[in-house]
């Protein structure tokens, strides 16, 4: 029996299209309403930035190793740093986290140790993982943090360069309670992690640079799952805001939420030179950093 060629074609189109009718689920929702609002600030290698209490904005800058408070407007309400060693100085303070708003955490990258500072940028305490401790067991070093970020509970946790594991927690800012993110063969293995944000619930999400995908991690270091990128272009960074993911791309950004489990919504904006992170301010705010000023975009 002779099938027509129009029938060929209906079957052809079927199969070519099957796998997407499968992955509607993961669409994404497409919404152009991203409005920009102007520019605040004046940095000169600005690299982390994080939000509190839907007023403040932190911003850290590499170049004048200090770490800067500013109103939503763009005043400057605080400052904290100096090249250096000492109790009120850093040395590249490559990631802020400012979101339990009560305090700021700096990873102080070249000093081998993470800075604990109060709300208006006054100094509380630091820890230097055992770096300096002649008399501490290698396990119990980390060297070169480059991410912190801190759960509700309190439990504080950090990405670092330069040992086998990638992450750790920190017990009361006076040990190290766990590793985890070994860069071994598996599936919670962290290549290059450069970002970690909270989750919805009490987990974290870490964003690994070379590989480009998004890993999760509950607060005992277990790894729980991942997400890949989607299309070609890179992830710049991300952020946390109302159990959604903000996933910051060159020329646009993707929401994922993490309740759902699906990507959500999609916004294109003209492509920015020296993009370095994003933060979310509020649920109609979105900031994205880059080396010499803070971008505020309206998002709806």
């Keep these: 029996m002779k099938i027509s060629l129009l029938k060929y074609i209906v079957i052809f189109t079927f199969i070519f299209t099957l796998p997407d009718l499968f992955a509607q689920k993961d669409s994404v929702i497409v919404n152009d309403s991203l409005v920009f ?10 690299v982390s930035i994080s939000t509190t209490r839907e007023e403040f904005i932190f911003v850290s800058d590499l170049e004048d190793n200090k770490i800067y408070k500013l109103s939503t407007m763009g005043v400057e309400l ?6 250096g060693l000492g109790q009120n100085e850093l040395n590249q303070p490559y990631s802020i986290d400012a979101s339990n708003g009560l305090d700021v955490l700096v990873a102080d990258y070249q000093n081998n140790r993470i800075k604990r500072l109060d709300i208006n940028l006054n100094y509380i305490l630091s820890f230097d993982f055992n770096s300096y401790n002649l008399t501490a067991e290698s396990s119990n070093k980390i060297y070169n943090p480059n991410g912190v970020m801190t759960l509700s509970t309190g439990e504080v946790y950090v990405l670092c360069d330069a040992t086998n594991y990638k992450a750790a927690r920190i017990n009361d800012y006076n040990e190290i309670g766990i590793f985890f993110g070994s860069n071994s063969i598996g599936a919670e293995r962290l290549d290059e992690p450069v970002k970690l944000v ?47 993911l903000f996933i910051l791309h060159p020329n646009e950004l993707i929401i994922y939420d993490l309740k759902k489990g699906q990507y959500s919504k999609y916004y294109s904006f003209p492509e920015i030179n020296g993009l370095t992170d994003i933060a979310v301010l509020d649920k109609n705010t979105v900031l994205f950093l880059t080396k010499d000023s803070v971008h505020k975009y309206s998002i709806q």
């Design 198 to 244: 909270k989750g919805n619930q009490l987990d974290m999400w870490i964003l690994d640079k070379k590989t480009g995908e998004l890993l999760n991690f509950n607060n005992f270091g277990v790894f729980v799952k991942k997400i890949s990128k989607r299309g070609k272009n890179p992830i710049k960074s991300i952020a946390y805001f109302n159990d959604n």
């Design 78 to 83: 605080a400052s904290f740093g100096g090249s």
């Design 37 to 46: 609002k102007g520019t605040i600030g004046k940095f000169k290698n600005a």
